[in-house]
């Protein structure tokens, strides 16, 4: 009995060490769609052609023959968005699937055949954390086209690393 009673008081030993602890906080990136993309107002005509909005000067520019569509007034511009996000935060921005633009009251559609971005797909913000991201497209505009009001969606989508 005097051996167990000497192995409960043997003293205790303890030690202590130190660990940092650290946590890193990122500013969320947000993107802010602040323009459609606005392939402007055009006159169907008996052959087929597409429309073309240009990312970096919102200028339109149609191809196809002379009975092809026609563009009228100045309606037209890219998309801009605005993203945020830490000061030269590298991203790569990527797109969805390209849209179908459907005739409202149905009877109609028209498919951008293509989505341009006014610069690379990998870049980075500025130093004040800000992406002036704009997207032209091009859209095929069938012969005898239905008049009236298309309209559709894209996806825009920001990665940050």
């Known amino acids: 009995m005097a051996i167990g009673l000497g192995l409960l008081s043997a003293p205790a030993f303890a030690g202590t060490q130190q660990s940092d602890v650290n946590a890193n906080v990122l500013q969320p ?15 169907r005509g008996t052959s ?13 520019t149609r ?6 569509p ?29 849209p179908v633009l459907t005739r409202q009251g149905g009877g109609g559609t028209m498919n ?3 989505l341009t971005l006014n610069g690379p797909v990998f870049r980075y913000l500025s130093s004040a954390g800000i992406l002036d991201l704009r997207v032209g497209g091009t859209l ?6 239905p008049s009236g009001r298309y309209s559709g969606t894209f996806d825009i989508i920001v990665t940050y690393y």
Do not use: H
Request: charged fraction near 10%; glycine fraction near 16%.
């Open 29 to 43: 990136l947000q993107i802010i769609n602040t323009s459609d993309l606005r392939f402007g107002t055009i006159l």
């Open 48 to 60: 087929a052609g597409t429309v073309v909005v240009n990312p970096n000067t919102d200028a339109r």
């Open 63 to 68: 191809t196809g023959p002379a009975t092809g």
């Open 70 to 98: 026609t563009l009228v007034g100045n309606d037209g511009g890219a998309a801009q968005f605005l993203t945020y996000g830490g000061p030269l935060q590298y991203v790569q921005v990527n797109r969805g699937p390209l």
């Open 112 to 114: 951008v055949t293509g």
């Open 140 to 145: 095929a505009v069938g012969a005898n086209q």
